[in-house]
């Protein structure tokens, strides 16, 4: 065996158990974050509408969103033996729901303000909320084109297609936790509290999106190497 084939087994090694161990952890912050925000509006009452704003859209980029995008990560010990095929139906139906989730949430809020003749779209959180909607819409276009690639292909490269759609979902989760951490507010949370939640929320962003943009970068390499 060529020792230089072993170093390279070897460093694919480790780095794959490296991956694991922080998805891992990625999965706990997600996992407690989820219970904490579910905990809170069950202790505020879902006979309060404005819990159920805060609870779907908590859930919906929390653990929805965040979890369709670790299932088409190699790295991700709970999806790791499954079919490319399956992981990809997976990552659509965890994104419907965390989508519909969102949604919802965000109407709700609408109508609430609506109710109480308030102006909508004024702070930071609510706009953020709104941009962050915008772009999954964007992205679930982009999702259904890329299902289609085979037959636009005539129109528009496939990679192009797929490159667009990580574009967006990167930038629809990155926005939507932002405004999720905005929420964390001394009337919602002690300052301890607030401080975790907002540290979380970033781990959970940044070791999420590892998956993504290793998958991103290695499209983009080989379009740059057919462009040669």
């Given at each position: 065996m060529d020792p230089l084939d072993t170093k390279e087994q070897r460093r694919e090694k480790v780095v794959y158990h490296l991956e694991t161990c922080f998805n891992t952890i990625n999965?706990?912050?997600?996992?407690?974050?989820?219970?904490?925000?579910?905990?809170?509006?069950?202790?505020?009452?879902?006979?309060?509408?404005?819990?159920w704003h805060?609870?779907?859209?908590?859930?919906?980029?929390q653990f929805f969103m965040a979890e369709s995008l670790l299932t088409l990560y190699s790295g991700n010990g709970w999806t790791d033996r499954y079919s490319t095929v399956a992981k990809r139906r997976l990552h659509w139906i965890l994104q419907a729901i965390g989508c519909a989730a969102i949604f919802a949430g965000i109407v709700i809020e609408i109508y609430l303000k609506e109710d109480a003749g308030r102006r909508h779209f004024r702070s930071d959180h609510a706009i953020t909320g709104l941009v962050s909607l915008i772009f999954i819409g964007l992205s679930f276009l982009n999702g259904v084109?890329?299902?289609?690639?085979?037959?636009?292909?005539h129109i528009i490269k496939p990679i192009y297609v797929k490159m667009c759609h990580y574009l967006t979902g990167i930038v629809a989760f990155v926005i939507g936790m932002?405004?999720?951490?905005?929420?964390?507010?001394?009337?919602?949370?002690?300052?301890?509290h607030k401080n975790m939640l907002i540290a979380f929320t970033s781990i959970t962003t940044a070791l999420t999106l590892i998956g993504v943009c290793k998958t991103m970068f290695n499209q983009f390499r080989a379009m740059c190497g057919k462009a040669r």
């Amino acid at each position: 065996m060529d020792p230089l084939d072993t170093k390279e087994q070897r460093r694919e090694k480790v780095v794959y158990h490296l991956e694991t161990c922080f998805n891992t952890i990625n999965h706990m912050l997600i996992g407690y974050v989820t219970f904490y925000l579910s905990y809170y509006s069950y202790a505020r009452g879902f006979g309060n509408l404005f819990t159920w704003h805060i609870f779907l859209c908590a859930v919906g980029y929390q653990f929805f969103m965040a979890e369709s995008l670790l299932t088409l990560y190699s790295g991700n010990g709970w999806t790791d033996r499954y079919s490319t095929v399956a992981k990809r139906r997976l990552h659509w139906i965890l994104q419907a729901i965390g989508c519909a989730a969102i949604f919802a949430g965000i109407v709700i809020e609408i109508y609430l303000k609506e109710d109480a003749g308030r102006r909508h779209f004024r702070s930071d959180h609510a706009i953020t909320g709104l941009v962050s909607l915008i772009f999954i819409g964007l992205s679930f276009l982009n999702g259904v084109a890329a299902l289609y690639t085979v037959k636009i292909k005539h129109i528009i490269k496939p990679i192009y297609v797929k490159m667009c759609h990580y574009l967006t979902g990167i930038v629809a989760f990155v926005i939507g936790m932002t405004s999720l951490a905005l929420e964390y507010t001394p009337r919602m949370v002690s300052l301890q509290h607030k401080n975790m939640l907002i540290a979380f929320t970033s781990i959970t962003t940044a070791l999420t999106l590892i998956g993504v943009c290793k998958t991103m970068f290695n499209q983009f390499r080989a379009m740059c190497g057919k462009a040669r």
